[in-house]
Structures are given as structure tokens and as C-alpha cells.
């Protein structure tokens, strides 16, 4: 006689079988592993298994695991780059890493569009950590990206480079200036050129861009006369102008005080897109003399040019 205390289940039937196998097959599922914790700070230290279990996920940002994200970013990364996780995410040290809580950040933040740079650099961090296995969730897939206010952003036109060049006062400054504006070159990518990486016969520099990559960069016959007299009596693996981007941006924001508008790199480097770009050459082409990964980045660098000259072709059809 069976025993009733087994209820149903005891019965020899399909669903004492069909139990049996569930319990059975159960049983044998290997039990789950848990995140590292290596470098990380919980709220649970001393708590016995169950809260561990439950208070897994709860994590802080700690300078040693801002560390080792750094350390972890893959080999020919710029210095550059790495400055700029350091400086975003040494602000995030011991905030969550919860969703609350990285909005909660960026909302504190008072340094308008900056906030995408540090909601750029938090998602590297977290899906680092996700692909390391010390968070399960990646909180930053419930964080919305701040929203960005698009300005027109200043660039260098033709006639200010005439300005420029007359209010520099010596012939290094005036080739460092043309040679701005004709290659759309960053402060970092002028500082490196060596007098070796300059082909006098066809106006070409090679140059190591940004992400480490060698590329080249045209400038014209006029540029071409400045940077040859900066060249004279210099040795091949002499650096070209002998200054670095700093003393260089130094010498610009100079200058933009005493010219009256702003000349910094991003400046120039937005005056060289817009300048081809009335010239009549193809988005395509600008990207590839301006050594942009991409036709977004052109079209960034150029939209101030968009309503004067348009403003320019609605007053001839409508006679001034």
C-alpha cells in the first residue's frame, strides 16, 4: 500500500516519471559562477553566501580598476587616448556602476556637450567589464547618450589667413600657419615632422596620424617656399619647426588675440574642409586629403559653411 504522504507524485503513473526526471535532470546542472571581484569594492565584505549572491552585482569604481581598464586597452593605443579614459573616469571613482547612477552622474555634470565624452568613455569602461565577466548586466544599456547642441563652430577662411600670416612675425610661425590651412594637419601631427618626411618634388608629407596609422598630407607651392627655408641647414631626422603642440597652440592663441578671431587647430582643420569644399571638391576627396576615417566627419566639419553659401546663391537669384 502506498504512502499518501507522497500525494500524486507517488503514484505509478507518467507524472511520478515526468517529476522524478525534472529533480533528476536538475540536479545535475553545474552550479553558477560568479563574477570576479579582483580590484572591485562591494558593499558586502564579511556577509555570509546568501547576501553574497544577492549583492553581486553591486560594484564601485576603484582607482585600482581604472587601472586595470587601462592597462587592459589594446596595444598602439595613443597616449592621448588612454589621457582621456584617465581624466573622464578618475571623476566616476566610487560611483555605482548601476544605470541610477551613471545618469545620475552625468546629470550632475556641468560641462555641456562634455558630458558625451564622459558617457563615451563610462561605456567603454562597463562593456570592458561585461567582457570580463565582472558584471553580468551592462548597466550602460539602460543609459541614454546626453544629447549634444549642435553649434556652428568657427573656421579659418582665406582672407583671415592673410591675416595670420601678416600678424606673425617671423617665418617659422607664417609656415606653421599655411601649412595648417593647406593640410588640415593636428598641432601633434605638424610637432612630429621631421625634414626626412617631406618629398620636395611633390609637395607630400608622411605623417603619423591619430590611432598611430602613417598617412600623407598635401600643402601648395606657396607653403611649400615657407617650409623649405624653415628646413635649411637641418639634418634629415631633425624635427622640422623644433616645437611641440603646446608651444605651438602657445603661438596661435597669441595671435587670436591679437587678430581678433579664434585660430586654434580645430579651426584650421575645419577652414582646410570648407576651403576645398567651395573649391568644388567631392566630399570623398576631402576625406581623404583630410585623413578622416569617415563622410559624417567631413560633413561635421564643413556645415558651417552651409548657410552663407547658400545666403550667397539666395541673393544673386533674388538680384542682392
Not at 550602460?140 to 544629447?147: E, F, H, L, Q, T
Request: some cysteine; overall charge positive.
Amino acid at each position: 500500500m502506498r504512502s499518501r504522504s507522497l500525494g500524486k507524485w507517488g503514484r505509478g503513473d507518467s507524472n511520478s516519471h515526468a517529476f522524478r526526471h525534472m529533480i533528476l535532470s536538475h540536479a545535475r546542472l553545474p552550479v553558477p559562477a560568479l563574477p570576479r571581484t579582483h580590484g572591485l569594492r562591494t558593499d558586502h565584505e564579511g556577509a555570509n553566501n546568501e547576501e553574497v549572491n544577492q549583492k553581486v552585482n553591486q560594484f564601485w569604481l576603484t582607482s585600482e580598476l581604472l587601472n586595470a581598464f587601462l592597462q587592459s586597452r589594446r596595444e598602439g593605443i595613443s597616449q592621448h587616448t588612454l589621457t582621456f579614459y584617465h581624466n573622464c573616469l578618475k571623476r566616476f571613482i566610487g560611483h555605482e556602476l548601476t544605470a541610477q547612477s551613471i545618469n545620475s552622474f552625468l546629470h550632475n555634470l556641468q560641462c555641456g556637450n562634455a558630458k558625451q565624452s564622459y558617457f563615451r568613455a563610462i561605456r567603454a569602461l562597463c562593456n570592458w567589464l561585461c567582457r570580463e565577466g565582472y558584471l553580468e548586466d551592462n548597466p550602460i544599456r539602460r543609459v541614454d547618450a546626453p544629447k549634444v547642441a549642435t553649434r556652428l563652430l568657427p573656421s579659418i577662411t582665406a582672407e583671415q589667413l592673410e591675416t595670420l600670416l601678416q600678424a606673425a612675425d617671423n617665418l617659422r610661425d607664417q609656415a606653421i600657419i599655411s601649412l595648417l590651412f593647406d593640410s588640415g594637419l593636428r598641432l601633434s601631427e605638424v610637432a612630429s615632422i621631421k625634414c626626412s618626411d617631406i618629398d620636395w618634388d611633390s609637395n607630400i608629407i608622411r605623417v603619423i596620424i591619430k590611432g598611430g596609422r602613417e598617412d600623407k598630407a598635401a600643402f601648395t607651392s606657396r607653403t611649400c617656399a615657407m617650409v623649405r627655408q624653415c628646413s635649411s641647414g637641418k639634418r634629415s631626422k631633425d624635427s622640422l619647426f623644433g616645437m611641440t603642440a603646446h608651444t605651438i597652440q602657445d603661438m596661435l592663441s597669441r595671435l587670436s588675440k591679437e587678430v581678433g578671431f579664434p585660430c586654434n587647430a580645430h579651426a584650421f582643420r575645419r577652414g582646410f574642409a570648407c576651403h576645398l569644399h567651395r573649391k568644388g571638391l567631392s566630399t570623398l576627396s576631402i576625406m581623404h586629403l583630410g585623413r578622416w576615417r569617415n563622410l559624417q566627419m567631413v560633413a561635421r566639419y564643413t556645415q558651417s559653411i552651409t548657410f552663407d553659401d547658400c545666403l550667397e546663391q539666395y541673393r544673386t537669384a533674388n538680384g542682392g
